[in-house]
């Protein structure tokens, strides 16, 4: 099962971008990379996800790298409200592929 | 708001009790999950039911049950329950199978076992 590392914590300049790594080195070759996003304790939410191109949404960009192994979550222009644990998730289990959360990056904003 | 709705947002109840949560998919989504996310554990994946099917089981103990219903809103029942079960429940809601479907989460019910 391919598992994702992510800096337990980020800060980020309001208006700045925001740029959220994950590793992701034993991912197979038909292993997607989704980001959600959870705001304090809300429900979380879906931002983008890709295989092997780059990606972009009206929330963010994907960067994949070449080999697979790493990604990128960009935020172009991080608000106080894009404060929130940003989850990559690599790893699905079960028949039907459900999504295995882990620790995420804690990404606060500030002015 | 992601259109799934989950009632009640807090439920407070005693050790040893039985409780049910109650999710509402949003319109058109035949599938919905259940996550449990304490302080220690995480968000972890309970259990999937598409279209009235269960279709996946996850961390979820035997204490836990889940159905759908023919009307696609779900319910979460937890009995016996126990101190360690305190935590937020959430439901989602997709349209199909399979994490390329993106999932819509509910605003979770907030669980206290005293």
């Known amino acids: 099962d391919a598992k994702t590392t992510q800096p337990p914590s980020m800060d980020c300049a309001e208006g700045r971008a925001a740029n959220l790594p994950c590793n992701h080195s034993t991912i197979s070759g038909n292993e997607y990379v989704y980001w959600y996003r959870q705001i304090h304790s809300q429900g979380p939410q879906y931002i983008i996800h890709g295989l092997k191109n780059n990606e972009t949404n009206e929330m963010a960009s994907l960067i994949i790298t070449e080999d697979r192994k790493s990604s990128t979550l960009i935020l172009p222009h991080a608000t106080l409200r894009d404060t929130a644990v940003y989850y990559c998730?690599?790893?699905?289990?079960?028949?039907?592929?459900?999504?295995?959360f882990g620790k995420g990056t804690k990404l606060s904003v500030k002015p | 708001d992601s259109g799934v709705t989950q009632t009640p947002k807090h439920l407070i109840t005693a050790t040893g009790q039985r409780v049910t949560l109650r999710c509402s998919p949003r319109?058109?989504?035949?599938?919905v999950y259940w996550y449990q996310q304490s302080l220690d554990q995480g968000l972890q994946f309970l259990i999937q039911y598409y279209n009235g099917e269960e279709r996946a089981k996850g961390n979820i103990l035997e204490r836990f049950s889940a159905q759908q219903f023919p009307d696609l809103h779900s319910e979460l029942n937890l009995s016996s329950l126990e101190l360690g079960d305190s935590a937020l429940y959430f439901c989602a809601s997709s349209v199909g199978q399979g994490p390329l479907y993106e999932q819509y989460f509910g605003p979770g019910t907030r669980l206290t076992v005293t």
């Open positions: 998730i690599v790893r699905v289990g079960g028949s039907q592929g459900n999504l295995i």
């Open positions: 319109s058109g989504d035949l599938s």
